[in-house]
């Protein structure tokens, strides 16, 4: 598959993935109850965002015609700072 997740699409789901997935560990773990359902969504979309995010690749976006891989140029140099750290 080709990558289409790129620039700050690809910050966005690098970061809010594992703070969902980190959530949802938390509600299973009894430090914070969203229910079951909640937690296993926001444990599934987490998982995703992160895959698809290190990846490059997302089939939603191909579904879409959406292509943001290649737009790391608009982003700015503190966007870009934390998107190598994540990288990393």
């Not at 560990?25 to 937690?39: D, H, K, N, V």
């Not at 997302?58 to 870009?80: I, V």
């Given at each position: 598959?080709e990558k289409n997740v790129g620039g700050l699409d690809q910050g966005i789901?690098?970061?809010?993935?594992?703070?969902?997935?980190?959530?949802?560990?938390?509600?299973?773990?009894?430090?914070?109850?969203?229910?079951?359902?909640?937690?296993?969504?926001?444990?599934?979309?987490?998982?995703?965002?992160?895959?698809?995010?290190?990846?490059?690749?997302?089939?939603?976006?191909?579904?879409?015609?959406?292509?943001?891989?290649?737009?790391?140029?608009?982003?700015?140099?503190?966007?870009?700072?934390v998107r190598e750290k994540a990288l990393q």
């Open positions: 598959m789901r690098i970061t809010l993935g594992p703070a969902l997935v980190v959530a949802a560990i938390a509600s299973m773990g009894g430090e914070r109850r969203l229910g079951p359902a909640l937690t296993a969504a926001a444990f599934a979309v987490g998982a995703m965002l992160t895959v698809t995010g290190l990846t490059q690749t997302c089939p939603a976006n191909s579904a879409m015609g959406r292509n943001t891989y290649g737009q790391s140029e608009d982003l700015g140099d503190a966007a870009r700072e």
